[in-house]
């Protein structure tokens, strides 16, 4: 569907569907262009769906409005690609918007590894991302925020962010980084200007904790970090990214009740049985 902003400007989201078919095959159902970004499908493995989502036209500039739609099916694995960032330019006055809706059905999951989204100075962003995740589903998303090009203090950003497991609030959060006076107050972002996170929604990540881990108000975790450039930063989702995805906690159906005279201890542990978070294998 096409739509128009409150200036007249094209809105035409795009689109992407993942689901798992009749055969047990990972396939793409839809990959429909949008305003800013075409989908464009990746070598995949049997286990996965890999789109990247690539560019198409300079943006964002002011009356601008980038629209993201994502649903993967039951069972279906998508993960997404960006192969470049994303720069808000200096809107002379003006604003512009970037929204993204996803849902995941049950037993899906979504790998979304985002790239630098830049807000220059001079720009003024509302970005809101929604997210529905059913139950047995999961959402791995990595994100980073640039506040301004080099040398720059950067722009004005508010980002929101809501997303519910099993039609329960997960993760509701209104990052307000309009005004460059009170954000750089200590207590808010202070000097840095590098907002990075990785976050776990539908599943707890096990492993040792991290030291900015936060727990979500359900299964779900996010590890946030601030520095004043980006290759720290980079350097630490990246260590958390690989450790959250290289660890089996996908949900994983119960185990069947062992039969009639057995000890539940004869039955043998399948090796990727999901474990509490901290537990050792003996």
Known sequence: MTGTDPTGEETRPTLVEAV???????????????????????????????????????????????????????????????????????????????????????GGELLWSGAPFVIASGARVERLTEVEVAAGGRMLWRDLLVLGRSGERGGAVRALTRARHEGAELLVEDLDLLDPEQRE???????????????????????????????????????????????????????????WTATECRPQPRPAPPPSGRSPRAAPRSPVERRPAGSRRR
Do not use: N
């Open 20 to 106: 798992r078919d009749a055969a047990g095959r990972q396939v793409a159902a839809e990959l429909s262009p949008g305003a800013f970004l075409a989908p464009r499908p990746l070598f995949s493995p049997p286990d996965r769906v890999r789109v990247a989502l690539v560019s198409t036209r300079a943006g964002l500039l002011a009356g601008d409005t980038l629209d993201l739609r994502i649903t993967v099916g039951a069972g279906s694995r998508l993960e997404l690609v960006e192969p470049s960032g994303l720069v808000a330019y200096d809107h002379r006055g003006g604003a512009s918007r970037w929204r993204a809706r996803v849902e995941i059905a049950e």
């Open 185 to 243: 107050l200590p207590g808010v972002l202070g000097p840095h200007r590098v907002i990075g996170s990785v976050t776990s929604l539908g599943v707890r990540p096990p492993g040792a904790g991290h030291p900015s881990r936060m727990e979500l108000a359900g299964p779900g975790a996010q590890v946030r970090l601030l520095d004043r450039v980006t290759p720290p930063v980079e350097a630490g989702l990246a260590a958390v990214w690989e450790s």
